[in-house]
């Protein structure tokens, strides 16, 4: 009994007080612990919202994206969140009907209105940049899209956002903000990792956009960014009348120089036939505006390699002022390092099942595709629009000569391309580069950041506070002699 009593009056753990004290310092640490979780977790997310209206020149697409309002500055924050296709052509086709222009965008602006919410709308700018289809209604007659403009203009300003203006990006810019748009998307900039190329196929214009090591002899196709801290020498090169529609137009024309009315075209499916009209534009010097639009029968003959050889045509391979050119007397560095090719590029490789290939098999699937007679094509694809499924054998052959003939991709470097058109939640494309540029968003300077993650910093806390908690009861067990022990044994 007397030993037990011994015991227990050893054993500090039977004493209130030291249970007290004990109970005191594990409250201490879970407080401590608590006001860290607590100071350090994330606000409830609170988003910030912009719009960028993307008229090109076959159809407007409006991108909204969002962002946590209080990481305004970080960049990899900003994603696509809703993206909506105007029903109907880009913006260029109401340069005869311009006050519908405007009201065009309407079911894609009030689903903006929607998607947003309504406390944000005062703050949340809108951009609309137009692309290569106003560059050449600028070129017919500039009047003429000036009024255009002005009717998206007044429309889009009848919203409840802050509007931002309606412009025509240059060429440089279309090409430059594909790229941001790219790198940003990858994290290429935060991590300053290797960039990667940009290459876009719209149907009025294309663009090449990638850092070159070598030098840029000519200006225009030079861009400098200072972009997180980093400095980019980005080549940049947009070829107006080399999307895809303009190109086929291209493509139409040298065929039909001769003056022929039949055209036995080896880039269409045999057994093709349609009636047609090459309606004018300023790409196609024989169509120049005012001249009567020349009709004629369009027949396929369904031969890649001979559609190579048009589509050769099309390009000047000779005329060359500067140290290497990729086609009609501009320069280009040779390509390097791995590239994103979107838009078009995007849409016929992947319904042509190329995205993967080499180019000799890519060579050799094109010449079965475009061999297939044109009543088997359609009854294979019955769910795809027309337009498109006659044009991919042109469209896969344009593609092909594009890359190999103009930008001098080889049989070594195709696998550097990855045909893309989403990363991430986000299309790829200029928008978004074009956003973030004029928002500032994209720092030139690398931000300073928390030397740890909150995740790193709350872990920590719990491990230190646990470590000194446990620190604190082996001191006590080893040297600890409770004081009204002393006590009671003077007494
Ligand atoms: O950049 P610009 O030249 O102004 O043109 P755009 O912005 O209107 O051009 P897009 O990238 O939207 O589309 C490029 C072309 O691809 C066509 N296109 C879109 N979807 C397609 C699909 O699924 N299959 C084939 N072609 C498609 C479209 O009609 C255009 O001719
Ligand atoms: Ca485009």
Redesign the pocket.
Known sequence: MAEQREMKEKNPWHRPVIICITVFIAMGVITLVAMAVVQNKPLHQKYKYGIVL????????VYIYEWPAEKENNTGMVRQTHACNVKGK?ISSYAWNISYAGMSLRECMEEAKEKIPVWRHPETPVYLG?????RLLRMFNAAVSDQVLSSVERFLQTYPFLYQGARIISGQE?GAYGWITVNYLNGNFRKALTTMGAL???????QITFVSKQEVESEENSMLFRLYGNDYHVYTHSFLCY????ALKLALAKQLQTGESQLRDPCFHPGYIEQKSLASSPCVPETRPHDSERTFTHTGTGNASLCQEVVKRIFNFTHCPWGRCSFNGVFQPPVEGQFGA???FY??M??LNLTSDSLEQSKLKMDHYCSTPWAEIKQRYPS??Q??LA??CF?GTYILTLLENGYNFTSENWKDIQFIKKIGDSDA?WTLGYMLNLTNMIPAEAPDEPPLPHGGYVAIMVLFSLFIFILFLLAYKLFGRPVCNANKQII
């Not at 993307?54 to 697409?61: K, L, Q, R, Y």
């Not at 137009?130 to 106003?134: F, Q, S, W």
């Open positions: 993307d008229a090109g020149s076959s159809h407007t697409s880009g137009a692309t290569a289809g106003m279309e876009d196929l719209g149907g009025a214009s294309t999307g895809k529609d303009q979107f838009s078009a849409f016929v992947n319904f795809v629009k337009k498109y044009e991919y469209s494309g």
